[in-house]
Nanobody
Framework: QVHLVESGGGLVQAGGSLRLSCAAS????????MGWFRQAPEKEREFVAA???????YYADSVKGRFTISRDNAEKTVYLQMNSLKPEDTAAYYC?????????????????WGQGTQVTVSS
């Protein structure tokens, strides 16, 4: 079992930055692929970024070059550094975990989810 708790969301102006954190419980954190997804009102959930247990990273085209995912296995935490934020980045952001490194951009393949943290970018 893995319990995930996100933090770091908030209100920021366009062009600003935020860093999201996702703290995990459990002794096997280092074995998990960790992902970030987001969901805006009246829109479907979408993939944002993922990092595998070998630290390979993957990004949605919409955030490449602006967002960076990283992990600290000693702290059992995954981060999402978000720079050059745009109003269209406004959404609830969710952290997720899965055991293997396949289909990292597919939400239904993840086993554990956090409760989400809201990011609002004003224009």
């Amino acid at each position: 079992q893995v319990h995930l708790v996100e933090s770091g969301g908030g209100l920021v102006q366009a062009g600003g930055s935020l860093r999201l954190s996702c703290a995990a419980s459990g002794r096997t954190f280092s074995s998990y692929t960790m992902g970030w997804f987001r969901q805006a009102p009246e829109k479907e959930r979408e993939f944002v970024a993922a990092i595998t247990r070998t630290a390979s990273t993957y990004y949605a085209d919409s955030v490449k070059g602006r967002f960076t995912i990283s992990r600290d296995n000693a702290e059992k935490t995954v981060y999402l550094q978000m720079n050059s934020l745009k109003p269209e980045d406004t959404a609830a952001y969710y952290c997720a975990a899965k055991m293997n490194g396949n289909y990292v951009d597919t939400g239904s393949m993840y086993d554990y989810w956090g409760q989400g943290t809201q990011v609002t970018v004003s224009s």
